[in-house]
């Protein structure tokens, strides 16, 4: 059976361009790295995670979770014009994207994109969601998150057809689902 990437990869750079924060058409590129600059500054500094960092975090939350998933392949990092990213396969169904600013090269957003939505598949995906949790903040216990985590997923009506968030942790936790591609997708970002 061949599997075929591209689509995946296609829409999780769509939607990582629609989560990222240097997404601001309404300002000026100047008025923007300013603010993102003073935002960045008052952020708490327990959300200033690398991408080596967020990789051990999460393999450790795996560890806690008796998963097998791990982040291997950080911090192998894709330089871009506006951000950096890094990307993790841990199974052939979910993609892990971290987008990385460029100057501090601490992670701006993490992102997973994933197919199937059957029972085993939410169950990977909500794992993973807690993992990624984890990643910006290791003081969470990651059998309640993952519990927290679950109502949030639960939550989510298809029919609306929109993501749906909560503030957990000090992070602004999403999930949504994209129900004519079969791609459900989760991310993780510092609340603002």
Do not use: W
Not at 44 to 50: A, G, I, K, Y
């Amino acid at each position: 059976m061949k599997v075929r990437y591209f689509p995946l990869v296609f829409c999780s750079l769509l939607l990582i361009g629609g989560c990222s924060d240097n997404h601001s058409p309404e300002k000026k590129p100047d008025e923007r790295n300013t603010e993102s600059a003073s935002k960045m500054s008052t952020d708490s500094s327990r959300f200033r995670v690398e991408p080596g960092q967020f990789a051990e975090r999460f393999n450790r939350c795996m560890e806690k979770l008796s998963q097998r998933f791990r982040i291997e392949d950080v911090p192998k990092v894709k330089v871009g014009p506006n951000q950096d990213t890094f990307q993790s396969n841990s199974t052939h169904q979910i993609t892990i994207i971290g987008t990385i600013d460029k100057k501090s090269g601490y992670v701006v957003n993490a992102m997973l994109v994933a197919r199937g939505n059957d029972e085993q598949g939410m169950e990977n995906i909500i794992v993973h969601a807690t993992g990624m949790a984890a990643g910006y903040e290791p003081e969470i216990i990651p059998v309640q998150a993952k519990k927290d985590i679950s109502r949030l997923v639960a939550a989510y009506n298809p029919h609306k057809d929109e993501p749906i968030s909560m503030v957990y942790k000090g992070l602004k936790l999403t999930y949504g689902m994209q129900a004519d591609m079969g791609l459900s997708h989760f991310s993780v970002r510092p609340a603002e």
